[in-house]
């Protein structure tokens, strides 16, 4: 009698641990898959975004040639925005920082590309690929637009050129890109890039039929030099990503005039005497390249490097073996 | 008695039925665990196959960036191939581009002339070229290294015959993502 009346008292003791042990279990196995749901969420969302912008993130390999555009989707409606780091040792980097929320949680460091942008929050992004040639091809830029912008004066190469490559995909990113003579007539909205007017966002002077010049942005003090297709590349970017971007190409391009000076110096002793004046000219280049400062106000060093640019294309193009 | 007797007997097969219950549920448990296990491990080999195949197609888009790279790539007239005469001066400017290769998981970068045919393997540098089938320009494979392939026009300039366009195929070995 007494043993059964023990039994029954510990009996509810036993009840309660094992409701509490069950009850841990339980509670153990819901944070468990919340947690994972989560991380795997994330996981997720990181994978989304980075196929999306594949485009910029993927290391010699790109969906889009040059001389090509398309859309940049990104999942929801995000914030996009490119660093950039330059060093004398490297040829420097882009960071593309990706966020959904407002805090950049996502970035990833690009060492091919030259990826010119304004701080982009909207779901489509039209990418633009040009070639930057100066006057042998140098690199790609990658343009990438995420507002509505009214160019004005632009010269009609750069106009076509723009055109060209934009009629169809703008209209899909519901991005909006105006020509006009006369800055009146530009959306209120839009961000006004205008040949020889301080009074736009971005102001621009042209040399020798607009092949460089200079170019400033509204709320900056500094100028900086454009060359070629440099000059949409700075009309479509930030004044400190357009100027480190910029030296990071004129490194690269000093590391091709270095090869193709060599190159032209050993044709030259095979035999192609053509290009034999090929060799002092990108000699000549690259010093000139050595004294350029992207930030400087005078063109003078530019005019003199544009000379030197047209001296060797018009060596390169008659000689019989070409370099480039 | 009798009741008694009637009531173990009915216990019994409630207890049997319960057992037939559990050793069913037993049963369906196993049956869809390994229909489940089987489903994985097809979606598994599919996803694999899928993976391999972008690999691929990455490794085959990185090859042509490669090519087309300005260090590397013909004049305009020549149209898409790799210069030779650029091929044999960029080894020695190899250190530069280190990073940009490292950053893109490059660990092996090398030309091989495939036609014409050279018997024994013979390594080019700038005093045996084109006498020669292959240009290593990098090399820091490890045994993870995967080597992908492509095929290109390797020229060079000839001073009787010009511009002189043999077959190569391009072999660039990539680390794996981990």
Same mark, same amino acid.
Not at chain 1, 39 to 49: P, S
């Given at each position: 009698?007494?043993?059964?009346?023990?039994?029954?008292?510990?009996?509810?003791?036993?009840?309660?641990?094992?409701?509490?042990?069950?009850?841990?279990?339980?509670?153990?196995?819901?944070?468990?898959?919340?947690?994972?749901?989560?991380?795997?969420?994330?996981?997720?969302?990181?994978?989304?975004?980075?196929?999306?912008?594949? #485009?910029? /993130? +993927?290391? =010699?390999?790109?969906?889009?040639?040059?001389?090509?555009?398309? @859309?940049?989707?990104?999942?929801? !409606?995000?914030?996009?925005?490119?660093?950039?780091?330059?060093?004398?040792?490297?040829?420097?980097?882009?960071?593309?920082?990706?966020?959904?929320?407002?805090?950049?949680?996502?970035?990833?460091?690009?060492?091919?590309?030259?990826?010119?942008?304004?701080?982009?929050?909207?779901?489509?992004?039209?990418?633009?690929?040009?070639?930057?040639?100066?006057?042998?091809?140098?690199?790609?830029?990658?343009?990438?637009?995420?507002?509505?912008?009214?160019?004005?004066?632009?010269?009609?190469?750069?106009?076509?050129?723009?055109?060209?490559?934009?009629?169809?995909?703008?209209?899909?990113?519901? #991005?909006? /890109? +105006?020509? =006009?003579?006369?800055?009146?007539?530009?959306?209120?909205?839009? @961000?006004?890039?205008?040949?020889? !007017?301080?009074?736009?966002?971005?102001?621009?002077?042209?040399?020798?039929?607009?092949?460089?010049?200079?170019?400033?942005?509204?709320?900056?003090?500094?100028?900086?030099?454009?060359?070629?297709?440099?000059?949409?590349?700075?009309?479509?970017?930030?004044?400190?990503?357009?100027?480190?971007?910029?030296?990071?190409?004129?490194?690269?391009?000093?590391?091709?005039?270095?090869?193709?000076?060599?190159?032209?110096?050993?044709?030259?002793?095979?035999?192609?005497?053509?290009?034999?004046?090929?060799?002092?000219?990108?000699?000549?280049?690259?010093?000139?390249?050595?004294?350029?400062?992207?930030?400087?106000?005078?063109?003078?060093?530019?005019?003199?490097?544009?000379?030197?640019?047209?001296?060797?294309?018009?060596?390169?193009?008659?000689?019989?073996?070409?370099?480039? | 008695?009798?009741?008694?007797?009637?009531?173990?007997?009915?216990?019994?097969?409630?207890?049997?039925?319960?057992?037939?219950?559990?050793?069913?549920?037993?049963?369906?448990?196993?049956?869809?665990?390994?229909?489940?296990?089987?489903?994985?491990?097809?979606?598994?080999?599919?996803?694999?196959?899928?993976?391999?195949?972008?690999?691929?197609?990455?490794?085959?888009?990185?090859?042509?960036?490669?090519?087309?790279?300005?260090?590397?790539?013909?004049?305009?007239?020549?149209?898409?191939?790799?210069?030779?005469?650029?091929?044999?001066?960029?080894?020695?400017?190899?250190?530069?581009?280190?990073?940009?290769?490292?950053?893109?998981?490059?660990?092996?970068?090398?030309?091989?002339?495939?036609?014409?045919?050279?018997?024994?393997?013979?390594?080019?540098?700038?005093?045996?070229?084109?006498?020669?089938?292959?240009?290593?320009?990098?090399?820091?494979?490890?045994?993870?290294?995967?080597?992908?392939?492509?095929?290109?026009?390797?020229?060079?300039?000839?001073?009787?015959?010009?511009?002189?366009?043999?077959?190569?195929?391009?072999?660039?070995?990539?680390?794996?993502?981990?």
């Amino acid at each position: 009698m007494y043993k059964q009346k023990q039994k029954n008292a510990q009996m509810p003791a036993f009840g309660w641990l094992f409701s509490v042990i069950i009850g841990a279990f339980i509670l153990f196995f819901a944070f468990l898959f919340v947690f994972r749901f989560t991380h795997i969420a994330e996981q997720q969302e990181q994978a989304v975004t980075t196929t999306s912008l594949d #485009i910029l /993130l +993927e290391p =010699f390999a790109s969906s889009i040639a040059t001389g090509q555009s398309d @859309i940049i989707t990104l999942p929801r !409606n995000s914030k996009l925005e490119i660093d950039c780091s330059y060093s004398d040792f490297d040829f420097g980097k882009n960071i593309v920082k990706y966020s959904t929320t407002g805090q950049f949680r996502f970035s990833k460091v690009v060492r091919d590309k030259y990826i010119f942008a304004r701080p982009i929050q909207k779901r489509n992004i039209l990418v633009v690929v040009l070639p930057f040639e100066m006057p042998f091809r140098i690199a790609d830029l990658t343009l990438l637009i995420g507002h509505d912008y009214c160019f004005v004066g632009l010269p009609e190469r750069y106009k076509d050129l723009l055109q060209e490559l934009t009629e169809t995909n703008a209209d899909a990113a519901n #991005i909006r /890109l +105006e020509f =006009f003579s006369d800055v009146n007539d530009c959306s209120e909205d839009s @961000i006004k890039v205008c040949k020889d !007017n301080l009074n736009c966002d971005v102001s621009f002077t042209c040399a020798d039929g607009c092949s460089y010049g200079t170019i400033s942005y509204g709320n900056n003090d500094k100028q900086y030099l454009w060359y070629g297709n440099l000059l949409l590349a700075a009309a479509f970017s930030e004044p400190e990503l357009y100027e480190c971007n910029a030296n990071r190409l004129l490194k690269r391009a000093k590391l091709i005039a270095s090869i193709y000076k060599t190159e032209a110096s050993m044709l030259s002793s095979k035999g192609c005497s053509s290009i034999s004046g090929l060799s002092s000219q990108l000699d000549r280049y690259i010093t000139q390249l050595n004294n350029i400062d992207i930030s400087d106000t005078s063109t003078s060093s530019f005019a003199s490097l544009h000379d030197t640019a047209k001296t060797i294309d018009h060596i390169n193009g008659f000689a019989l073996c070409k370099i480039y | 008695m009798k009741i008694k007797i009637k009531h173990q007997e009915k216990v019994r097969k409630a207890q049997i039925q319960i057992q037939e219950m559990a050793f069913v549920l037993v049963g369906l448990f196993l049956l869809f665990a390994f229909a489940f296990l089987g489903f994985a491990a097809w979606q598994t080999s599919l996803m694999k196959q899928q993976a391999t195949s972008l690999r691929l197609e990455k490794a085959t888009v990185m090859i042509n960036s490669l090519i087309s790279m300005p260090e590397l790539a013909c004049s305009k007239q020549l149209g898409y191939c790799i210069d030779e005469d650029k091929l044999v001066l960029f080894k020695s400017y190899i250190d530069k581009y280190e990073l940009l290769f490292k950053s893109a998981r490059i660990n092996y970068i090398a030309v091989k002339r495939i036609f014409p045919k050279i018997e024994d393997s013979v390594e080019c540098n700038s005093d045996n070229y084109p006498n020669c089938n292959l240009h290593v320009l990098y090399n820091k494979q490890d045994e993870d290294t995967i080597i992908h392939s492509s095929f290109a026009v390797l020229c060079h300039y000839d001073m009787f015959t010009g511009n002189r366009c043999d077959i190569a195929e391009v072999l660039v070995g990539i680390k794996p993502e981990t």
